[in-house]
């Protein structure tokens, strides 16, 4: 338990900033889906989707939300995932 007025308003700010990051890391992550889901139906917009879902990684990486290599990571993962399921079928 926080005993300090500074440790306490730290507790009140990690609760709201844990709402928005869980929040940002829901946004991508079902964006994620929802790109494997069109690459394996060969559904139009792949690019377009796979362009926002980079955007948002960098955003989620820019404000901390995940660390810098974790967005690459997610980012190149999901490519190769786009170029596997497109040159398979």
Not at 21 to 46: F, M
Request: without cysteine.
């Amino acid at each position: 338990m926080a005993h300090s007025r500074s440790a306490k308003k730290r507790v009140r700010q990690n609760e709201k900033l844990k709402v928005v990051n869980r929040a940002e890391k829901a946004r991508y992550r079902s964006q994620i889906k929802k790109v494997l889901a069109l690459a394996k139906t060969k559904g139009e917009g792949v690019v377009k989707e796979y362009r926002q879902l980079v955007s948002w990684l960098d955003r989620a990486a820019a404000k901390h939300v995940i660390h810098k290599k974790a967005a690459s990571r997610y980012k190149s993962r999901v490519a190769a995932r786009i170029k596997s399921l497109s040159a398979a079928k």
